[in-house]
T-cell receptor, first 115, second 113 residues
Framework: DSGVTQTPKHLITATGQRVTLRCSPRSGDLSVYWYQQSLDQGLQFLIQYYNGEERAKGNILERFSAQQFPDLHSELNLSSLELGDSALYFC??????????????FGQGTRLTVV | AQSVTQLDSQVPVFEEAPVELRCNYSSSVSVYLFWYVQYPNQGLQLLLKYLSGSTLVKGINGFEAEFNKSQTSFHLRKPSVHISDTAEYFCAVSPSNFNKFYFGSGTKLNVKP
């Protein structure tokens, strides 16, 4: 158990809909990362938040948005869903304290299926 | 900018044989290096990491990796694999002055009996 919790584990929804994926980082971790994993694109970095602020942006579509709340949990919002958005969405967290870099700990992922 | 290249998308190997999974990176700054393993339908789990010190790093499940700065490589090795090592392996780098992780495209290790 990595200590990172993602809900829900599975999600099936129709095209055009909007969904919210939730992530609770390890206790005390300040950084949260979102990744998308699909068969054809591999593991793609979407976005990083650090202590409530957006820190880095990757290949995140404009239809997607994220936020990190004061209690450090994060949500990834996916809207106007398309078939191609079907993928595993991972959240990861790292301590990122005092300038000390550490490894990222991954959740079990949310499998999104758009039908 | 940083990038990671995993040269082999799939590596088939027989049980008890040695294996090496290759990882090369490019970076304009010093980096930390990681190997993660992903078993089917699971998240990524850290195998080992190199932050500083000895260039030979030992991880879980009998894996080790060697950091070679001149060749910008961080290859993963195991002297004798088991069926249970069948999984996908990801190499990752992170700038030492900034917490952001860049992943390779992954190598699927298929251990055959």
């Amino acid at each position: 158990d990595s200590g990172v919790t993602q809900t829900p584990k599975h999600l099936i929804t129709a095209t055009g809909q909007r969904v919210t994926l939730r992530c609770s980082p390890r206790s005390g971790d300040l950084s949260v990362y979102w990744y998308q994993q699909s068969l054809d694109q591999g593991l793609q970095f979407l976005i990083q938040y650090y202590n409530g602020e957006e820190r880095a942006k990757g290949n995140i579509l404009e239809r997607f948005s994220a936020q990190q709340f004061p209690d450090l949990h994060s949500e990834l919002n996916l809207s106007s869903l398309e078939l191609g958005d079907s993928a595993l969405y991972f959240c990861a967290s790292s301590a990122d304290r005092g300038g000390m870099n550490t490894e990222a700990f991954f959740g079990q992922g949310t499998r999104l299926t758009v039908v | 900018a940083q990038s990671v290249t995993q040269l082999d998308s799939q590596v088939p190997v027989f049980e008890e044989a040695p294996v090496e999974l290759r990882c090369n990176y490019s970076s304009s700054v010093s980096v930390y290096l990681f190997w993660y393993v992903q078993y089917p339908n699971q998240g990524l789990q850290l195998l080992l990491k190199y932050l500083s010190g000895s260039t030979l790093v030992k991880g879980i499940n009998g894996f080790e990796a060697e950091f070679n700065k001149s060749q910008t490589s961080f290859h993963l090795r195991k002297p004798s694999v088991h069926i249970s090592d069948t999984a996908e392996y990801f190499c990752a780098v992170s700038p030492s002055n900034f917490n952001k992780f860049y992943f390779g495209s992954g190598t699927k290790l298929n251990v055959k009996p």
